[in-house]
Structures are given as C-alpha cells and as structure tokens.
C-alpha cells in the first residue's frame, strides 16, 4: 500500500512506487531524482525524507511528517548553492562536518541532506562533488543525500554512479487536466488549455489554475511576442522593462509571508541555540526561495515566447492540431507566414538558449535583451511574404 506522504505527487507512479519500496524494505543511502523542472522532484524528495525520519517510518500524519514537508525539521537539510556553482566551502560546511552527527531530536530516525540543483556540484574542478563522494561512499549510518536535479547529463558520473537514479518524466496533458479539474474546479475546456501550454510542466499549469496574475503575465507575453516584429527600440526597451518588473514581483510578499512563518516557529524555540538555527535556516531559506522564483518568472518569459514562435511554425505548415495556445489559434492563422518556418524555428531557438542561459546567475536584462534582438533578426533575415 502506498504511503500517504506521496498522495499529492500526481503522474509519477513508477517514481513514486520506487521510493515507497525503498521506505518499505530499507534504503541506500545516496538518491537521485533527476527529471524536467516542476514535476515533482522536491515534493517528492520531501515526502521521501519525512519518511526516513518519521518514527513510524513514514505515517505521513505526525508532527514529524508535517514539519518535513513544510521544511522547518531539524534533521532535513536543504542544501543549495549560493552562486552559479556550489564551492568547496559550501560542501564542507553544510555537509562534511556535521554528517557525523547524531539526529538533533531523539525519535528522528535519519539525518537527511536535500541537496538542489546538483548539476552544479561540479564547481572548480569538481572539487564539490568530489569532495561530497568521499562522504557518500562512506556515510554514516543516520545520514541519507537526496539529491534533486533538472539536468543529470551535468552531472560527475562520479556522483550519479554512487546514487540510486530516480527518473521523473513530464506529466501527461490528459493528467495534468485532471488534476486542475480535480484540485480547483477548472471547466476541462480551460484546464485542457493550461495542461498544453505547460508542456508537461505540472507546477506552470498549477499556477495557471490558481493565480489570475499568472494568466495574466502569459496573456501580455502572448501580446508581446505577437508584437515583437514591428516594435521599434523604444517599444522593445519598454517591454524589456515590463518584463523585469514582472520577474520581482512577488519577492517582497514572499519575504513578509516567510517573516511571519520565522516568527511562529521562534515561539517554539527550545533554546538561544535553536533560535539561532532557525534564524539562520531562514535566511539562506528566504535567499533561495527569491532566488528560484525570480528564475521561474524569467522562464514563464522565454517559455511563452518559444510556444508562441513554435505555434507559428506549426500553423505555418498547417498543423493546427499540435498547437499549444489554442486560445489564440485565430490570431495565429492571421500571423503565420507559409515561407517564415526557418525564422520562426530561428526564434524558438533564440528563446530557448536564453531560458538555458538564465538558469546561471547572468544580467536578466541583458539576456532578455538578447533574446528579443536574437528574435528581430530572425524574423527579418528571411524573407517572409
């Protein structure tokens, strides 16, 4: 019988089926969950470690299990690199030196580590990853490393030889409309929308179901994208603007809300010792969160841009059927130029370069900038009738 702790955890039945096995008959200690980002790789790493650590082995229903999950548990760790690569130092601190010790509460079973964005543990030489082996080839018996990344092929081979894999794939259209209609009532026609245009991406449809702000965003990139061919510099700069104001929003609320959530939790502080881990774990908490939220908003921007030039291709050619934003199929037809396939593909590529691009700490602006110049030359080196 499954654990309850995955339950949330939707189009993912053999990664979930491999770690409830694991939680059932004895783990190793090192995993890799490696997939395509929002399908449910941290949510999963989360209810995985609330399983190593819960007394009961998982019940999902302890205060064990709920503290896991909402990432306030002592014994779980989110490590996560500060810059574009972890370093040395980070390893050694967070991990190295205090593995060996024991659980800080005494019916935790395990101390695990979550370690995100491990594709970046390579660093100066792979000193980070090479370091963070020697500690998972001889770990202690109380210490787990869960670590989660978007992109395995970066990776040491080192380091994913000594890890069970755990694969996550895309999420289903069919699944993913199932669940908007399911979790927040969405008519199948509007969540069968937000399935396509989220491309496997369950986490982009889920904010599509619940937040009108997000819709909105995607509505104005939509128009920009459409408009992108006859903006002149001035209208370009604006758009530029718009969409970097967009990627901050959310930052402050997210810090007031994370303020108040530090502020229950110091309640229950023990001691000045707890106090001061808690203060910490909530600064480098807070960091990150910003940090991979503005990097969500930037890639809402190339993902709407390379679905719009993407959909044009396909009108283009005539294969409506496989378009992703079919509530702007009129728009598209009006658009599509039957001899603009090679710009339009030169486009999508421009777009996606620059979401690959953004996933290192670069200027914002000048990458989205890039992006929407890479965009004009393409659509003007070809010559569209």
Request: charged share 30%; hydrophobic share 40%.
């Given at each position: 019988?499954?654990?309850?702790?995955?339950?949330?955890?939707?189009?993912?039945?053999?990664?979930?089926?491999?770690?409830?096995?694991?939680?059932?008959?004895?783990?190793?200690?090192?995993?890799?969950?490696?997939g395509?980002?929002?399908?449910?790789?941290?949510?999963?790493?989360?209810?995985?470690?609330?399983?190593?650590?819960?007394?009961?082995?998982?019940?999902?229903?302890?205060?064990?299990?709920?503290?896991?999950?909402?990432?306030?548990?002592?014994?779980?760790?989110w490590?996560?690199?500060?810059g574009?690569?972890?370093?040395?130092?980070?390893?050694?601190?967070?991990?190295?030196?205090?593995?060996?010790?024991?659980?800080?509460?005494?019916?935790?079973?395990?101390?695990?580590?979550?370690?995100?964005?491990?594709?970046?543990?390579?660093?100066?030489?792979?000193?980070p990853?090479?370091?963070?082996?020697?500690?998972i080839?001889e770990?202690?018996?109380?210490?787990?490393?869960?670590?989660?990344?978007d992109?395995p092929?970066?990776?040491?081979?080192?380091?994913v030889?000594?890890?069970?894999?755990?694969?996550?794939?895309?999420?289903p259209?069919?699944?993913?409309?199932?669940?908007?209609?399911n979790?927040?009532?969405?008519p199948?026609?509007?969540?069968?929308?937000?399935?396509?245009?989220?491309?496997g991406?369950?986490?982009?449809?889920?904010e599509?179901?619940?937040?009108?702000?997000?819709?909105?965003?995607?509505?104005?990139?939509?128009?920009?994208?459409?408009?992108?061919?006859?903006?002149g510099?001035?209208?370009?700069?604006?758009?530029i603007?718009e969409?970097?104001?967009?990627?901050?929003?959310?930052?402050?609320?997210?810090?007031a809300?994370?303020?108040?959530?530090?502020e229950?939790?110091?309640?229950?502080?023990?001691?000045?010792?707890?106090?001061?881990?808690?203060e910490?774990?909530?600064?480098?908490?807070?960091?990150?969160?910003?940090?991979?939220?503005?990097?969500?908003?930037?890639?809402?921007?190339?993902?709407?841009?390379?679905?719009?030039?993407?959909?044009l291709?396909?009108?283009?050619?005539?294969?409506?059927e496989?378009?992703?934003?079919?509530?702007r199929?009129?728009e598209?037809?009006?658009?599509?130029?039957?001899?603009?396939?090679?710009?339009?593909?030169?486009?999508?590529?421009?777009?996606?370069r620059?979401?690959?691009?953004?996933?290192?700490?670069?200027?914002?602006r000048?990458?989205?900038?890039?992006?929407?110049?890479?965009?004009?030359?393409?659509?003007?080196?070809?010559?569209?009738?």
């Amino acid at each position: 019988m499954q654990s309850p702790l995955f339950s949330s955890i939707v189009g993912q039945g053999l990664a979930v089926a491999m770690l409830d096995k694991a939680l059932e008959r004895g783990p190793v200690h090192a995993y890799l969950l490696a997939g395509p980002p929002g399908v449910g790789k941290t949510e999963a790493a989360l209810a995985f470690a609330a399983g190593l650590v819960c007394p009961q082995g998982g019940c999902g229903r302890c205060n064990t299990c709920r503290r896991v999950q909402e990432g306030i548990h002592p014994d779980v760790e989110w490590v996560a690199p500060e810059g574009n690569l972890y370093r040395l130092e980070e390893v050694q601190e967070r991990i190295s030196r205090h593995v060996a010790y024991r659980p800080y509460e005494a019916d935790s079973r395990a101390r695990v580590y979550v370690i995100t964005e491990a594709e970046r543990l390579r660093g100066a030489h792979g000193e980070p990853a090479n370091h963070l082996l020697k500690t998972i080839e001889e770990p202690p018996r109380h210490a787990y490393f869960l670590l989660v990344t978007d992109q395995p092929q970066d990776m040491l081979s080192t380091i994913v030889s000594r890890c069970q894999v755990i694969e996550f794939r895309p999420v289903p259209v069919p699944v993913i409309t199932a669940d908007l209609m399911n979790r927040w009532g969405l008519p199948q026609a509007e969540a069968a929308l937000f399935a396509r245009v989220a491309e496997g991406d369950l986490e982009y449809a889920r904010e599509l179901a619940r937040d009108e702000k997000v819709r909105h965003w995607r509505d104005r990139l939509l128009d920009m994208a459409r408009d992108l061919p006859g903006a002149g510099p001035v209208m370009t700069e604006a758009a530029i603007d718009e969409v970097l104001a967009m990627a901050e929003q959310g930052s402050e609320e997210l810090a007031a809300q994370m303020k108040e959530e530090l502020e229950r939790r110091l309640e229950w502080a023990s001691d000045a010792r707890d106090r001061n881990r808690l203060e910490k774990e909530h600064e480098r908490l807070l960091k990150r969160r910003q940090r991979r939220l503005r990097t969500q908003r930037l890639g809402m921007v190339t993902r709407v841009f390379a679905g719009w030039y993407r959909d044009l291709a396909l009108a283009a050619v005539g294969a409506e059927e496989a378009v992703l934003n079919r509530d702007r199929l009129a728009e598209l037809r009006l658009a599509a130029l039957p001899d603009g396939l090679p710009a339009y593909l030169d486009a999508v590529l421009a777009a996606r370069r620059t979401r690959e691009r953004l996933r290192y700490n670069v200027d914002a602006r000048g990458a989205i900038g890039d992006m929407l110049r890479a965009i004009k030359e393409a659509l003007t080196q070809w010559p569209l009738s």
